[in-house]
């Protein structure tokens, strides 16, 4: 049976927020009034004096650095986050998140690491397999994952963006790849994040995917305080589900029309792992 897994598009990846009319690059854009008048300081002019067309310098406010570091409680303790990111042009307002955190995480038979881009040939190839498109979230017109973009500018724009990141699963005994892990959909407020797969045909049926998905869900718990690890999976797809399961995730319930794949639009199940399903 496949072991891999659904994603939906969702125009929503990252947070914005408005820019304050008043605040541009960090500074603001408006001059405090001056001394003793509440408003803007008038040189006062003689009679019969020249006038110069030179205005008098106003002060000019401090700049104001926005705060970019949170703090996360954790047990006694705080740790810091890595600062977060302000994109001025980001559409829709001012893009406020964390650079994903890159990571490579050892299983007993497995690396997770970050795609290369000699993998780029293995990926179109996993991709390409019939019953792996059969759950991907693209209708047949869009046609094969192309392995160089999703292991160079689409792994680096998701990471940089805060939203995800890109994995290689690697058998450790031949380091061959043996499958593609993705996280996405992540909400920093919310310290949660998405995480989907799809496994090569030839390495289904061991336990790899369970075992990948497990290893890099613990990474982002327990190591990058992330309080939610979700996967979302077609109705039907029941090798994804199982490896939902022996990652020890719990099902939650269905969203409704929430996904689609090559067929077309389908009911989603949602599955979550938590702290409290690590105690």
Same mark, same amino acid.
């Given at each position: 049976m496949a072991q891999f897994e659904t994603e939906m598009s969702d125009s929503r990846e990252g947070i914005t927020v408005p820019a304050a009319p008043n605040q541009i690059g960090g500074e603001l854009a408006d001059t405090p009034p001056g001394p003793g008048t509440g408003g803007p300081h008038v040189p006062k002019i003689q009679p019969h004096a020249p006038v110069s067309s030179a205005r008098t310098p106003q002060p000019h406010a401090p700049s104001v650095q926005p705060h970019t570091s949170? %703090?996360?409680?954790? *047990?006694?303790?705080? !740790?810091?986050h890595a600062p977060a990111q302000r994109f001025k042009n980001f559409p829709g307002g001012v893009f406020v998140g964390e650079r994903f955190p890159e990571l490579t995480v050892s299983t007993p038979r497995l690396h997770v690491r970050p795609h290369l881009a000699a993998d780029a040939d293995r990926v179109t190839e996993i991709?390409?397999?019939?019953?792996?498109? !059969?759950?991907?979230?693209?209708? =047949?017109?869009?046609?094969?994952?192309? *392995? /160089?973009?999703?292991?160079?500018?689409?792994?680096a724009e998701r990471r940089g963006? *805060?939203?995800?990141?890109?994995?290689?699963? %690697? &058998?450790r005994e031949d380091d061959r790849v043996v499958g593609c892990l993705w996280t996405k959909r992540t909400d920093w407020p919310? &310290?949660? /994040?998405?995480?989907? +797969?799809?496994?090569? =045909?030839? =390495?289904?049926?061991?336990? +790899? =995917?369970a075992e990948a998905v497990d290893g890099l869900a613990i990474e982002l718990m327990m190591v990058h305080d992330f309080a939610?690890?979700?996967?979302?999976?077609?109705?039907g797809n029941t090798a994804s589900r199982r490896v939902a399961e022996k990652a020890g995730f719990h099902y939650e319930g269905l969203l409704r029309n929430a996904?689609?794949?090559?067929?077309?639009? %389908?009911?989603?199940?949602?599955w979550s792992l938590v702290g409290a399903d690590m105690r």
């Open positions: 949170g %703090v996360h409680a954790h *047990g006694s303790g705080a !740790r810091q991709f390409g397999d019939r019953l792996t498109q !059969r759950w991907l979230p693209l209708s =047949a017109e869009y046609g094969p994952i192309d *392995g /160089t973009a999703w292991c160079g500018d689409m792994a963006l *805060g939203q995800g990141d890109h994995y290689a699963i %690697v &058998r919310a &310290r949660s /994040t998405e995480v989907a +797969f799809a496994v090569a =045909a030839e =390495a289904r049926g061991f336990g +790899f =995917a939610r690890i979700e996967m979302r999976i077609a109705p996904g689609f794949v090559h067929s077309g639009r %389908v009911d989603l199940e949602v």
